[in-house]
T-cell receptor
């Protein structure tokens, strides 16, 4: 069975610093998608970034980038120049490329950006 | 509407009562998803709809949980004879085409359910 593990329940960094959130997953499949979702205090989940496993290039979205290590089954999220608005829960998620296959979320990392 | 909306935003109920949670997806989105987020846990997939049909109901935790979607739009998640362990945030999401969980899902703000 596929699993997603986020080993850091909570983190705090100063504003403008760079922070990396870790995520590992377990699967026997070779084709899949990985996601990072952000859940601010408003509870509304927002997709931050996604990565297709067949792409070697790491995905980037402005200040957000990932370090995708397929062999190690690792998918970390790097937030550069962190801002107060980045304070949120961050969930790593995994789904296979098969139609109707479910999405599996990690338990999340609570990130605090300190002024 | 502009985004996914859910109602009520908060619900307190007594053990044994039935509750209905509502989700209004983004207009034109074919797929709709329900998740449960318990305290300290990630999101647990419950059910998804492709149009009005639910191809996979295996995520529903018990037969006290049911969901329906009418007109390819609004969905209702019903929990009968609520138990304290049902207390959680119930999140709804929608996506444009559906059938593939890799499609970007747009989430609502959730309903926080507290069973006393």
């Amino acid at each position: 069975a596929q699993t997603v593990t986020q080993s850091q329940p909570e983190m705090s960094v100063q504003e403008a610093e760079t922070v990396t959130l870790s995520c590992t997953y377990d699967t026997s499949e070779s084709n899949y998608y990985l996601f990072w979702y952000k859940q601010p205090p408003s509870r509304q989940m927002i997709l931050v970034i996604r990565q297709e496993a067949y792409k070697q290039q790491n995905a980037t979205e402005n200040r957000f980038s990932v370090n995708f290590q397929k062999a190690a089954k690792s998918f970390s999220l790097k937030i550069s120049d962190s801002q107060l608005g980045d304070t949120a829960m961050y969930f790593c998620a995994f789904t296979q490329m098969n139609r109707d296959d479910k999405i599996i979320f990690g338990k999340g990392t609570r990130l605090h950006i300190l002024p | 509407g502009a985004g996914v909306s859910q109602s009520p935003s908060n619900k307190v109920t007594e053990k044994g009562k039935d509750v209905e949670l509502r989700c209004d997806p983004i207009s034109g989105h074919t797929a709709l998803y329900w998740y449960r987020q318990s305290l300290g846990q990630g999101l647990e997939f419950l059910i998804y709809f492709q149009g009005n049909s639910a191809p996979d109901k295996s995520g529903l935790p018990s037969d006290r949980f049911s969901a329906e979607r009418t007109g390819g739009s609004v969905s209702t998640l019903t929990i009968q004879r609520t138990q304290q362990e049902d207390s959680a945030v119930y999140l709804c999401a929608s996506s444009l085409v559906g059938g593939y969980f890799q499609e970007t899902q747009y989430f609502g703000p959730g309903t926080r359910l507290l069973v006393l």
